[in-house]
């Protein structure tokens, strides 16, 4: 049963192309007012799943409600123009012969002149771009591009908000600010929002639920807090940051690294250990370790370090700077609270 405040309800989404599985039984809950922020790398579904719970696409298998009607399932079809959805594409598909205000205007045919137009301006004040209103699309940065997508996406005040990649088209510096702006009309608004992105760091920054996908399949969601934190899947956990592999057995309730003794949780076969390079500290004293390169990423200082009983030298990030060459022997140590235990899993990577 669908509590009340579902926006969107998904339940064993299944899509196939051929032999290609799109979507494989994707089953999620999004709250009214939630942001969820689809993540995943290229191919792995996010795009088919937007299309189809805007009902661009059918469903092989599964259902998808909507405000607690049902949408697209077994014997349910409603078509993408009466799901009251609005949709904002990567290259933002503004109609390049009307004005901004007719741009935004589109979408309003049902409503009387009077309401139109004060839809329009309601809208451009809010998104603060009234002074474009009569611009054309190629006189528009990308920025405002972008503006001018998001007015039109929401001046229909859909039930929920479909954005495909959003922000990838802009600059570096840009992109932060009006990924900001735009969340932050978003939720003043309270629209339910579903955004695509292959960003890990930007599915922390925008979502209140992260939805990782891996070749089809929902691998986890939670928080991004969660996610990141404490993450289900090596898969997860390698996916939002850069993991050290520790080579690892257990042996009555203790793991045995290279790295020292920790405790572990009760489980059976040999367990995947993962280390933050930032749980790993250079020390006065502590395992000893060769330093094997630094480098400087800006504020953060890389030092790759050899340490006996593991293959590959691991890789160490903090803010501090250390006079260090390769070659030079150190000691490192461990954060033993951040050391990540997994149950054996099958790992894609
Ligand atoms: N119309 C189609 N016909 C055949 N295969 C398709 C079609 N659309 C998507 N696919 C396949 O389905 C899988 C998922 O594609 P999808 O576009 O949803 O991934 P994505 O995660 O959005 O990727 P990207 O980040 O590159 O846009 C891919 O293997 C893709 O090749």
Known sequence: MTSPQSMLVLSGVTRYFGNVAALQDVSLELGAGQVLCLVGHSGCG???????????????AGSIAIDGAPVSGEGVFVEPEHRRIGFMFQDYALFPHLSVWDNIGFGLSQLTRGERESRISNV??????????????????????????????????????????????????????????TLSIV?????????????????????????????????????????????????AARFFSRMNVIPARL????????????????????????????????????????IVDRSVLGEIEELL??????????????????DVRPGDDVFIS?????????????DPN
């Open 46 to 60: 996010k795009s088919t799943l937007l299309r189809a719970i805007a009902g661009i696409e059918t469903l092989d």
């Open 251 to 290: 042996s009555a309730g203790v793991l045995e690294t290279p790295l020292g003794r920790f405790p572990a949780p009760a489980l059976e076969g040999v367990p995947t250990v993962l280390l933050r390079p930032q749980s790993i500290i250079l020390r006065e004293a502590g395992i000893a370790a060769t």
């Open 187 to 235: 939720r003043d608004l309270g629209t339910t929002a579903v955004v695509v992105t292959h960003d890990p760091e930007e599915a922390l920054a925008i979502g209140d639920m992260v939805a990782l996908m891996q070749k089809g399949k929902l691998v986890e969601a939670g928080t991004g807090e969660r996610i990141y934190d404490a993450p289900w899947t090596t898969y």
């Open 305 to 322: 370090v050899a340490v006996s009983g593991i293959d590959r030298p691991l890789v160490v990030r903090g803010t501090d700077r250390h």
């Open 334 to 346: 461990v954060n033993a609270h951040e050391v990540m235990i997994f149950p054996q899993e099958a």
């Open 124 to 181: 451009l004040g809010r998104i603060g771009i009234e002074s474009l209103a009569d611009r054309y699309p190629h006189m528009l940065s990308g920025g405002e591009q972008q503006r001018v997508a998001l007015a039109r996406a929401l001046a229909p005040q859909p039930r929920l908000l479909l954005m495909d990649e959003p922000f990838s088209n802009l600059d570096r510096g840009l992109r932060d600010r009006v990924r900001q702006e």
